[in-house]
Structures are given as C-alpha cells and as structure tokens.
C-alpha cells in the first residue's frame, strides 16, 4: 500500500545552527537599521531646512584623482563606494545561502524564492503599467522591487514587535534573493558604458583573488589593497562599482572545514557587517535620502506616473507580490503553514517587503540619472511608498504581538540552563531525565521547606 507524501511545512521550525545565525545576523542589521533610519531623518532635515545650501554643497563637494576616473562627489563615493561594503555582506550572505543556508536544499528554497521573485515582478509590473498609462518613462521600472532588510528591522525595533525566528527569517530570505537579483538588474539594465580593457583587468584581478583564497593566503594586508585595485577598475570599466564587492563576497568559503567553528566566510562578514550597517549604509542615506519635501514636490510624488509608480509598486505589488506568491507557492507545493502562524503573518511581513529604502535609492539614482529633478522625486516616492508600507505593517504586527512574544517565549524558554532551547530538546530521553531532575529536585526542596514550617508551628505550640 502506498503511503501518502509527507507535507512540508511552510515557517515551521529553524534547524538550532540556522537560528542561531538568524539570530545573530539579524541582530547586528537592527542595530544598522536604527542608524539608517536616523541618518535618513537627518538627510530630510538638512535638505528641508535653511541647512540645505551647506548640505548641497557638501553633497557634490568633488574630490579624488581624476587620472583614475576617480575625481567623484562626496556623494557618489558614498554611492560606488560605500555601498561596495554592503554588496560585498550581501554577496557573502548569498553565497552562505546557497551552500549551508535555508537555500540549499531546492525543496526547501523554493517557496521563499517563488515568493521573493513574485514580490519583484509584481511591483516592476505596476510601476510599468501606472508609467505606461501616463506616458511616463519605463527607466525605473527596478526602482520598488528591492527589500530594505536593515531598515524593516528598524521598524520592527521601534513598535517592538517580537516576531518569531521563522518569519525572521523569512524576511532575510526575501532581502537576500531581492539583493541577487538587484546586482543582476543593475549589472544588464544600467550599465550605459562599457570599457571592455578595464573590465578585463578587473576579471583579472577578481581571478587573482580568488586564486589567493583557493591557496588559503591569509593576510588582509594582501586581499584590502587588491580588493581596491579591483573596484576601483571595475569603476573605470562602466559596470557599476558594487558588482566588485558582490563578486568578491561571492568567492569567500562558507563551509566550515575540519576544527572550524564558523567558516573563513563567515568569519569576515562578522568582521565587516558593522562597517557595513554602522557606516556605510547610513553614510550612502545621509546623502541619498536629503530630497526636497515642499507641498508641490509632495503632490508631483502622486500626480508624476513615474514617482506614483513607485509607490504604488512598493505599497501594493510588494505586498501583493510576496504575499500571492508564498500562498500559490504553497498551494503549489502542498505545503502546510506553520499551525501556530496564520496567513495574516505573511501579510504583515509581505508589506514589510514594501520597505525598499538603500537599493531602491541606488536604483532611482542610476534610472535617471540624467534628470536630476525626476532623481529627487523618485527619492521622494520611495521614501514615501516605504513609510506607507512600515505604517501599514506596523498595524499588522501590532495586533498579533501579544501572539508573537507568546511564540518567542516558547522558543526561548531553557528550564534546564543548558543554554539550548527546551523546543529543540524535547524529543531527546536525556532532556527528560534532566527535566525529571530537576523537578524531583524541586519537589524535595518544597517537602523540606514544609516540614520546617510543621516543625517551627509544632515548637510555637510546644512553649505556649
């Protein structure tokens, strides 16, 4: 007799290690995420104040060796090269993903990534539908298809909302296809030049790099100055400068090796993933983010077709996107949402996705680049089109946070102080012998306290 299929589950429970990392990972993009959104606010207070001529003027302040095609704004270092630091978390993230993440088994990946490729194209497809009825331009149509992950976490730590790891981790996993696919759009749709003799030398330079890690050469000493040398061609070659970082992070090792706690991958982005989220992201939003909010800009953000796009994109498709794809996807798959969760918690996460701050930036700067004024009203959509989705998600979360904490205690609880969660023991016999330990130990402790309490009532009575 054949046996019916196992269904999977959909946001059921992460492995220990995988939590762990989540966890940890997580952690160090809120503390970013808080940043971001600070510098972000002092972005919009500098451009929107009597500030903005001094902020203007730092902004496009030019330095830098023009010889190398260097000779940039301040802005644009923040832009090709501060954002090169987080591509290169971004590409070590993917390729941890791949080989010992939650992306490693196609079973497994392929309801997160169908949901994450739908909250791409949804989006793309309405910006391009909303620019096409008001003969707008198609430029931006990649502009609300990425996910902020730091400044979503920024959010969830100022409402306070504890959400279980797997929805955590859901919405890392989101962030993280959303990054592969941001480096592909900007690597084929802007890049306008191409200096092939540059680009060569910069493949050149990542094979030797990749050489050196293969030959387990240690030393940053050897890798920083390489590492230079190969932005700073690929800048010159036309492809956008960030692509060096992503391919870089993509060569490290993320497999542990004999006597390894954490892999040399691993290692590094635990190194520079503050440098990352600390300074450089909220650095690239001090610049980025500082656009004009006056009454007309603001009306222009919804009368525009390519600025109302944009927030129609990252409001409804984002949701729209990821919240239809994880239900198809599931229904597709047979799998079974975690029982403890419902379908409303997609919801709320899918309009998380919604927040599209840092790439989505980059995106608008390089779309229209040659329009400074639609520049900064795309900014301006994609801020707003973020804060809609934050509030809106925020609503969500807020009314299901008294079940979240409940799950979050449940995963945390350690009764026995082993410094593993009891959930990730309970099908073990030694947890149980512990636990019974424990208990009996308890139980004895109150029988002793009790009969001190007969004996001194027993005194009392003795001397009266």
Not at 103 to 117: D, F, G
Not at 159 to 179: E, K
Not at 238 to 256: P, S
Not at 367 to 374: E, G, Q
């Amino acid at each position: 007799m054949t046996q019916p299929r196992r269904r999977s589950v959909f946001l059921g429970r992460l492995s220990l290690p995988e939590r762990n990392f989540v966890a940890d990972a997580l952690r160090a993009e809120t503390v970013g995420g808080v940043l971001l959104l600070i510098a972000a606010v002092v972005a919009l207070v500098l451009a929107n104040t009597p500030l903005s001529s001094g902020y203007a003027a730092l902004r496009d302040f030019h330095l830098g060796p023009a010889a190398l095609h260097l000779h940039l704004s301040v802005a644009d270092w923040a832009k090709d090269g501060l954002l090169t630091v987080f591509f290169f978390v971004a590409g070590i993230e993917l390729k941890r993903e791949f080989v010992a993440g939650e992306l490693r088994s196609p079973s497994a990946a392929a309801l997160p990534v169908i949901a994450a490729v739908c909250g791409m194209a949804v989006p793309a497809l309405v910006y391009t539908t909303v620019s096409l009825s008001g003969d707008g331009s198609l430029r931006g149509w990649a502009v609300p298809t990425a996910t902020d992950i730091a400044f979503a976490l920024a959010v969830l730590a100022v409402i306070g909302t504890a959400l279980p790891s797997a929805l955590r981790a859901f919405l890392l996993t989101l962030a993280v296809v959303d990054d592969l696919f941001a480096i592909v759009i900007i690597a084929i749709f802007y890049t306008t030049r191409i200096d092939f003799a540059a680009l060569g030398l910069a493949a050149a330079g990542l094979f030797v790099f990749w050489l050196l890690l293969r030959r387990r050469v240690r030393g940053w000493y050897v890798y920083v100055p390489l590492a230079l040398v190969v932005w700073a061609l690929m800048h010159a070659s036309g492809v956008h400068a960030t692509i060096a970082g992503v391919a870089m992070g993509l060569m490290l090792r993320c497999t542990k090796e004999p006597g390894e706690s954490v892999s040399s991958g691993e290692r590094i982005e635990h190194l520079v993933r503050p440098l990352s989220a600390g300074i450089a992201v909220p650095l690239f939003a001090l610049f980025a983010a500082g656009v004009s909010l006056s009454g007309g800009a603001l009306r222009g953000v919804f009368t525009s077709p390519e600025t109302l796009g944009v927030v129609l994109g990252l409001f409804l498709g984002k949701a729209a996107g990821v919240f239809g794809g994880a239900w198809f996807a599931a229904r597709f798959t047979r799998a079974e949402l975690n029982p403890e969760l419902a379908w409303a918690d997609v919801a709320a996460v899918a309009c998380l996705g919604g927040i599209g701050f840092t790439v989505s930036l980059l995106i608008g700067e390089l779309a229209f680049a040659t329009d400074p004024a639609l520049t900064d009203e795309v900014k301006a959509a994609v801020l707003i089109g973020s804060l809609i989705s934050a509030v809106t998600a925020a609503v969500l979360l807020k009314i299901r946070n008294t079940k979240y904490r409940k799950l979050c205690d449940e995963e945390n609880l350690d009764e026995d102080q082993d410094g593993i969660p009891d959930v990730y023991e309970k099908d073990k016999p030694e947890y149980h012998l512990r636990m019974a330990a424990i208990f009996e130990a308890k139980a004895a402790e109150h029988r002793r306290l009790a009969e001190l309490a007969r004996s001194g009532t027993n005194g009392d009575h003795g001397s009266t």
